[in-house]
């Protein structure tokens, strides 16, 4: 029996057409990433809210890690973060030690990972204090919108009223000074 070679080659492209239809070419799972909530359950090992204190304008990026576990019987999905202000990246640290890409203001990456239940990840968050200029000095106010599958877990996981997807708040703050006027 004689096969083609046609028959040959489409036998072997159909399996890669179709992990490349749901994993996509960027390496995103567009299973994970149309998962709604109610999966996982994202708990912080650690305050949500963090404060700088004084920050010297010209000292360069400060940051903040947050730590957080997957508390649910089920995976959890991350699905990605946005920040509240340009000047403020947040990059996820994964179990086997890879990072995320970088998620800031209006990001619309697609980019999923799945947390194993009882699973740990972090959060850095990145404040630039030049970002707004060299007088822009005061208090400042940063919030950091982790996306993800979890279940509602109070204030750790709320329903977003525009996209329904489930969004954990980080928030940071501190105090911008002048060189000057910043003592170490």
């Known amino acids: 029996m004689k096969i ?4 040959v080659l489409a036998l072997i492209l159909a399996p ?7 994993v996509g070419a960027n390496g995103v799972d567009n299973n994970l990433l149309s998962m709604s909530s109610d999966s996982g359950l994202i708990m912080p090992t650690q305050d949500i809210d963090y404060e700088w204190g004084d920050i010297n304008i010209m000292g ?8 957080f576990r997957n508390d649910g019987e089920e ?13 403020t990246t947040a990059t996820f640290e994964l179990p086997n030690g890879e990072f995320s890409p970088d998620f800031g203001m209006h990001d ?9 239940p009882g699973e740990e990840f972090k959060m850095n968050v990145v404040f630039d204090p030049m970002a707004h200029g060299p007088d822009a000095i ?3 106010q940063r919030s950091v919108y982790i996306v ?8 750790y996981a709320k329903a977003d ?14 105090n911008v000074l002048k060189e000057s006027a910043f003592k170490t």
């Not at 890669?16 to 749901?22: D, E, H, K, P, Q």
């Not at 360069?60 to 730590?67: I, S």
């Not at 993800?148 to 204030?155: D, M, P, V």
Request: aromatic letters at 6%.
């Open 4 to 7: 083609s070679k046609k028959i």
């Open 16 to 22: 890669v057409i179709f992990l490349v239809g749901c």
């Open 60 to 67: 360069g990026d400060v940051d903040h890690v947050f730590a």
């Open 75 to 87: 995976d959890l999905i991350l699905k990605g973060a946005t920040t509240s202000c340009m000047c």
């Open 108 to 116: 619309s990456k697609k980019w999923t990972y799945s947390i194993k």
């Open 138 to 140: 005061g208090p400042i």
């Open 148 to 155: 993800t599958s979890s279940e509602a877990n109070g204030n």
């Open 161 to 174: 009223s525009k996209s329904g997807d489930m969004v954990t708040e980080l928030r940071v703050s501190g």
